[in-house]
Structure formats: C-alpha cells, structure tokens
C-alpha cells in the first residue's frame, strides 16, 4: 500500500474527497517527521511507538573490492509496534 492508496482509504471511511484525505495524510507523516528531527518520540496508543536512534561511525567494508571505508555517524528512524497492532497483525483482524 502506498501514500494514494491511504489516502483512498481515509477518504472513503471518512466521508471527504481524496485531496483533503492527502493533505491530512500528508499533514499527520509531515508531523511525524518534524517531531522526531527534533529528537522526540512520537507515542500513538494502540499503534506504536516512532523514534530515533543514534548510530555510531564505523569502519566498512566494500564487498566487491574489498576495500575498507569509513561510514559516517547518523541518527536513524524506528518504529515499535504497540500491542493491539501486533495482535491484529498476528490474528489477521484490523
């Protein structure tokens, strides 16, 4: 499923047109993302669970020269998921 299909979804159970579903779809991933480039948590009971983890810089290695460089430190993005989304997952109901 991508972005458009979303957006689909949340228009048709909502009752809007597929362009404001977008906008608001587009509006709550942008949130998402602002709040966790600030280094916080984004907690969405019954979900999950967004943040961030640091990554060490580190020495690697090309796999078809073999020859060793170094990768920069980085900030990655996670996501746990919450109970309710793992039992839905695992029982196949949403």
């Known amino acids: ?3 458009s ?3 689909g979804r949340v228009a048709g159970r909502i009752g ?3 362009s404001a579903a977008g906008e608001a779809v587009d509006a709550v991933f942008e949130a ?3 709040t966790l480039a600030r280094g ?3 907690r969405i009971i019954g979900f999950g669970t967004f943040g961030t983890r640091s990554r060490p810089a580190r020495t690697g290695r090309n796999p078809r020269t073999g020859e060793s460089l170094n990768i920069a430190a980085s900030t ?3 996501f746990k998921a919450g109970k309710p989304l793992r039992d839905a997952v695992n ?3 949403s």
């Open 32 to 34: 998402i993302a602002e």
């Open 16 to 18: 809007v047109g597929r």
């Open 1 to 3: 499923m991508n972005k």
């Open 91 to 93: 029982t196949g109901e």
């Open 5 to 7: 299909e979303i957006a």
């Open 76 to 78: 990655t993005p996670t």
């Open 40 to 42: 916080e948590d984004v």
